[in-house]
C-alpha cells in the first residue's frame, strides 16, 4: 500500500540506534529509543537495528521478552557487539596479530559468567581494588572469541580476536578499534542513518566517522551540571566536539538555546522532542479520575528528588485528600521507606516497584508529579498530559517550562521548593471540577504536538539536512556547479516528500 504524501518519508539507507545496553527495567532515554524505532517502522515503513556495546549474555531471552510485552515489533531487531560476534565468521586482516594471549586460569580471583551452562565470559580483577585486568570472551561451542587486557601500571590496552580454531586473526589497542570495526561489519557499505542515544556510547561514536553513515547524536538529558553553572562531566567529551556528528538533535528549544550560549552556533543542531506512548483508557471520559490520587514514574535515584514529592503530598494531606504511588526502583528506595515511616504516610504514599504498566494509572490518576534535577524532555510528563493527568513539576532544565502554561495546562513550581509544590496539590484539589476539566483539555491539546507523525516527519527532515551538510561540496566554485547542486537537493527532498523513496523500494 502506497503512503500519504503526509506520511514520513526517509531517504534510503539503513536505520541505526545506537546505545550501550538494554536494562531490564527501563525507561527514559531506552524508551524513547525503543518507542522511536516502533514509530519508524510502522509509520515511515524502515526496519531498524538496536545496537548495543555491553555484556550482558541474556540477550535472546531478553529480546523474547521485550516483543512478548510489545516493546520490539516485527522491523525491530536487537544486535549486540558480543552477541554478533560469537555469531559470525571473522576474516582476518592485512596483517595478522603478532601475538595472542594466555587464556584467563580460573582461580579465587577470576570470575565465569555463564549461559545454559557454558562459560562465556570470565574476568579477572586486580587485588583491593577489585578492577578489571583481563576478560576473555568465548563462544557457545567453548572456543576462544576475544582476550582482552590491560597493563595495571600504564593502562595500556590489547584486544585480539580470534577464529574458531583459535589463531588470532585481528587486534586493537583500545577497545573503540573493536566497535569501529564491529559498526563496519554490520553497515558494510550501504547508505546508513546511526543515532546515538547514549551518553556513554556517544564518547566513542563520535570517533566513527564513514562516507556512507550519518551519524547524528541525540541528548536526552541536560548538558550542564546540576546546578546549572558549567558543563556536565559525563558529556564534557562530547560536548567539546560536537561537530564530529553530522546532526546533534535536542528535545526542547531552550536546551537549543542554552546550547548554543554554551558552545557558540552549531548550524548542525536540531530540535525532535520524543514521541509518547498513548496509555490505556486515554480517550475515556476526561472526569473519570480519582481526585487527589498522584502518581510519579521515577527511578528512585538522586537525581529524581523522589524524597521532594513524598514531601510534598504528606504536607498537602494534612489539607486534602491526597495520596501517591511511586513506580520505579533504585537505589534510595531503603531511604524513602525510611522518610515514608517518619512522615507517617504509609497510608499515603506507596512505593509500587518496576511496573511496565505503569503508565496505564495516567488515564485514572488526577495528577502526576515531577521534581528531578534536571530532564532532556521526560517522556512521562507528555504521557500525563495526553491522557489528562495534571502535570505538577518544578521548572527545571529542561522540559517542563517547554510544555507547561503555568495554572492553564499543568503547574509549574521553583525547582527544589517543596512547600510550593504541596500548595499546588492543594490548589488542585481545590478547584472546581469544571475547572480542572478545562484544565485537562489543555493539557491534551498541548501533548497533541508531540504525536508520533508529527515527530518522525522531522526526524525524516533532519536526516535529509544531514544527509545535505555531509555530501555538500565547497561553497566556492562556478554558478553553475553550485545551481545543480542546489537543484538536485530540491529534487531529493521533492522525491522524499511525494514517497518516491518507497517506490525505489527501499
Not at 512478548?68 to 552477541?83: F, K
Not at 471540577?433 to 504525536?451: H, K, N, P, W
Request: include cysteine; proline fraction near 4%; hydrophobic fraction near 40%.
Amino acid at each position: 500500500m502506497r503512503q500519504s504524501i503526509l506520511s514520513p518519508h526517509f531517504r534510503p539507507g539503513k536505520q541505526l540506534a545506537l546505545s550501550w545496553s538494554i536494562p531490564d527495567s527501563f525507561g527514559g532515554m531506552t524508551g524513547a529509543l525503543m518507542h522511536r524505532s516502533r514509530a519508524f517502522v510502522r509509520l515511515a515503513r524502515r526496519p531498524v537495528d538496536v545496537l548495543t556495546l555491553d555484556d550482558r549474555l541474556d540477550y535472546p531471552e531478553l529480546e523474547r521478552r521485550l516483543r512478548a510485552s510489545g516493546e520490539i515489533i516485527d522491523g525491530i531487531r536487537i544486535i549486540n557487539i558480543w552477541e554478533w560476534l560469537r555469531e559470525h565468521d571473522v576474516a582476518p586482516g592485512s596483517e595478522a596479530p603478532a601475538h595472542g594471549h594466555a587464556p584467563i586460569v580460573p582461580a579465587v580471583d577470576v570470575q565465569d559468567h555463564q549461559r545454559d551452562a557454558v562459560v562465556l565470559r570470565r574476568e579477572q580483577r586486580g587485588d583491593g581494588d577489585g578492577r578489571v585486568l583481563a576478560v576473555d570472551r568465548f563462544r557457545p561451542d567453548g572456543s576462544l572469541l576475544v582476550t582482552d587486557r590491560r597493563d595495571p601500571a600504564t593502562r595500556e590496552r590489547s584486544v585480539v580476536l580470534y577464529d574458531r580454531a583459535g589463531a588470532p586473526v585481528r587486534s586493537w589497542g583500545s577497545i573503540w578499534g573493536v566497535y569501529r570495526y564491529w559498526l563496519d561489519e554490520v553497515i558494510g557499505g550501504e547508505e546508513s542513518f546511526l543515532i546515538v542515544d547514549s551518553k556513554t556510547a556517544a564518547r566513542f561514536a563520535r570517533t566513527y566517522r564513514r562516507r556512507n553513515v550519518v551519524t547524528m547524536h541525540l541528548l536526552h538529558g541536560s548538558h550542564r551540571t546540576a546546578d546549572g553553572t558549567a558543563l556536565s562531566s559525563s558529556r564534557r567529551s562530547v560536548l567539546e566536539n560536537l561537530g564530529d556528528f553530522d546532526s546533534v538533535v535536542v528535545l526542547t528549544e531552550s536546551q537549543r538555546d542554552d546550547l548554543e550560549r554554551d558552545l557558540g552556533p552549531q548550524a548542525h543542531l536540531a530540535v525532535i522532542p520524543n514521541g509518547f506512548n498513548r496509555v490505556i483508557g486515554e480517550g475515556g471520559p476526561i472526569g473519570d479520575r480519582v481526585r487527589g490520587s498522584g502518581l510519579m514514574l521515577a527511578s528512585l535515584i538522586v537525581r529524581k528528588r523522589v524524597s521532594h514529592a513524598v514531601k510534598a503530598v504528606a504536607r498537602a494531606s494534612a489539607s486534602v485528600d491526597a495520596t501517591l504511588d511511586v513506580f520505579g526502583e533504585g537505589e534510595r528506595r531503603p531511604l524513602l521507606e525510611k522518610t515514608i515511616r517518619s512522615l507517617g504516610a504509609g497510608e499515603r504514599v506507596r512505593l509500587r516497584g518496576h511496573d511496565p504498566a505503569a503508565r496505564s494509572a495516567f488515564a485514572t490518576a488526577d495528577f502526576m508529579l515531577l521534581t528531578s534535577k534536571a530532564e532532556g524532555l521526560p517522556l512521562a510528563l507528555v504521557e500525563a498530559m495526553a491522557a489528562g493527568c495534571i502535570p505538577i513539576a518544578y521548572d527545571i532544565p529542561y522540559g517542563p517550562s517547554d510544555v507547561i502554561v503555568d495554572g492553564r495546562n499543568g503547574f509549574l513550581v521553583t525547582a527544589g521548593d517543596v512547600d510550593a509544590l504541596a500548595e499546588r496539590i492543594i490548589e488542585l484539589q481545590r478547584m472546581s471540577d469544571a475547572e480542572v476539566a478545562a484544565m485537562r483539555r489543555r493539557a491534551q491539546a498541548t501533548a497533541s504536538r508531540f504525536g508520533d507523525e508529527v515527530v518522525t516527519r522531522a526526524w525524516a527532515r533532519e536526516m535529509e539536512n544531514a544527509f545535505e551538510r555531509k555530501h555538500a561540496g565547497p561553497t566556492e566554485g562556478s554558478f553553475v556547479g553550485r545551481s545543480r547542486r542546489a537543484a538536485g537537493r530540491v529534487k531529493r527532498r521533492i522525491t522524499r516528500l511525494s514517497g518516491g523513496y518507497d517506490r525505489s523500494g527501499a
